[in-house]
T-cell receptor, first 114, second 115 residues
Framework: GDSVTQMEGPVTLSEEAFLTINCTYTATGYPSLFWYVQYPGEGLQLLLKATKADDKGSNKGFEATYRKETTSFHLEKGSVQVSDSAVYFCALSAISSNTGKLIFGQGTTLQVKP | GAVVSQHPSWVICKSGTSVKIECRSLDFQATTMFWYRQFPKQSLMLMATSNEGSKATYEQGVEKDKFLINHASLTLSTLTVTSAHPEDSSFYIC???????????FGEGSRLTVL
C-alpha cells in the first residue's frame, strides 16, 4: 500500500543553518504531496504542497520539489529560525482518493537553538 | 485560516468507561471529517472517515464497535471510545474537509489517558 518515510529526528540546528528533512514515498500512480507542521500545543497546519511531478511548493522560506524519479519530496530551508522549531510531517494523498484522506510519515522534530 | 476545535484537549478516565471527543469546524461546513490516532514518536494513523449523515468508513483493523463515530451535522463529528482500556491511551486528532474547496484543517488533538 501507499506509505511515506521520513528521516528520523530530532534534528537540532543552530539559527541560520540550512535545513533538509528527507521524505520518500511509495504510491500507485502520482499522488499529491504535502508538508504539515505542528507547533508545540497546536494542531497540524499545511506548510506547502505539490500536486504533480516537478512542482515546487514553497511557503515561509520552506521549499520542497516533487521528484517522481526518486519518489521524494524533501523539505528545505536556507536559514532556519528558532520559531521554526516544530514537528514536520510529510504526507501524501492518493490519486484514487478524492476525499482528502492523507497518509503521513512518522514526523521529524526540528529543534533550532539560538 | 479556518478553525477546527477539538474538545476535550486532554482527558483521564478509568478503565471500562467511555469517553467522547468532539471535533467542530467553527467557521466552515465540513461534509467529511477524518479521525487519526497518533502514538508517541509515531505517525498519524487514519482510523476512519466520517461523513455527515451517513455511517463512518473505518480503516482496516480499527474496531468500529469500540470507536464509535457520529457526524450528525456539517460542523460536528464525535469519536466515542467505548469501554476504554489502557492500550487506548493515545493522541486523537481530527481533520475537517471544507465542503466547497476540499481544503483540510486539523484540530489541536485530544490526549486520552486510560488508567
Amino acid at each position: 500500500g501507499d506509505s511515506v518515510t521520513q528521516m528520523e529526528g530530532p534534528v537540532t540546528l543552530s539559527e541560520e543553518a540550512f535545513l533538509t528533512i528527507n521524505c520518500t514515498y511509495t504510491a500507485t500512480g502520482y499522488p499529491s504531496l504535502f508538508w504539515y507542521v505542528q507547533y508545540p500545543g497546536e494542531g497540524l497546519q499545511l506548510l506547502l504542497k505539490a500536486t504533480k511531478a516537478d512542482d515546487k511548493g514553497s511557503n515561509k522560506g520552506f521549499e520542497a520539489t516533487y521528484r517522481k524519479e526518486t519518489t521524494s519530496f524533501h523539505l528545505e530551508k536556507g536559514s532556519v529560525q528558532v520559531s521554526d522549531s516544530a514537528v514536520y510531517f510529510c504526507a501524501l494523498s492518493a490519486i484514487s482518493s478524492n476525499t482528502g484522506k492523507l497518509i503521513f510519515g512518522q514526523g521529524t522534530t526540528l529543534q533550532v537553538k539560538p | 485560516g479556518a478553525v477546527v476545535s477539538q474538545h476535550p484537549s486532554w482527558v483521564i478516565c478509568k478503565s471500562g468507561t467511555s469517553v467522547k471527543i468532539e471535533c467542530r469546524s467553527l467557521d466552515f461546513q465540513a461534509t467529511t471529517m477524518f479521525w487519526y490516532r497518533q502514538f508517541p514518536k509515531q505517525s498519524l494513523m487514519l482510523m476512519a472517515t466520517s461523513n455527515e449523515g451517513s455511517k463512518a468508513t473505518y480503516e482496516q483493523g480499527v474496531e468500529k464497535d469500540k470507536f464509535l463515530i457520529n457526524h450528525a451535522s456539517l460542523t460536528l463529528s464525535t469519536l466515542t471510545v467505548t469501554s476504554a482500556h489502557p492500550e487506548d491511551s493515545s493522541f486523537y486528532i481530527c481533520s475537517a474537509r471544507v465542503s466547497n474547496t476540499g481544503e483540510l484543517f486539523f484540530g489541536e488533538g485530544s490526549r486520552l489517558t486510560v488508567l
